[in-house]
């Protein structure tokens, strides 16, 4: 469930702007915002997530399981250009290239997206996972607690 393009011919920032938006969203979700995105990478981007899209319905995965696990906008070939300059000097031009790597994931195995869907079906948590998850961000601030009551008590013995 993964599709890369290499050596886009754009920028990595200007697309990462476009990856940012999409990432962690929902197929149909995604590739609506894309159509109406004015941005150049936004269809190259939304080709990619199809393209993606058909891989999985090769697996045997329904397009509505699927979201936007990760997506990344690396650098790809930088192209060195030579423009003219006063006094016979030349300035470089930089033509830059991105790769780009989409991943799809299954909503139900993500604990954020599973949480989403179970409120929407007026569920309780079903997942094990989201689970273990929320037991450990429970325990974390009672560590910190005991950890801050520990420093109150050192600094009152001094």
Known sequence: MKAFLKNYRQSPR???LVA???RGKSIEKAVIELDFLPKRASLPIKKLILSAVANALQTGVQK???FIKEIRADKGLIMKRMMPRAMGRGARINKRSTHINVALGLIA???K???K???KA???VVSEKTDS???KIKAQPAKKDAEVKKIKKVKETK
């Open 14 to 16: 200007k697309v990462r």
């Open 20 to 22: 940012d938006l999409v």
């Open 64 to 66: 509505e399981e699927l």
């Open 109 to 111: 195995d993500s604990p």
């Open 113 to 115: 997206m599973n949480k």
């Open 117 to 119: 869907a179970n409120k």
């Open 122 to 124: 007026g569920k309780g």
């Open 133 to 135: 998850v929320e037991k």
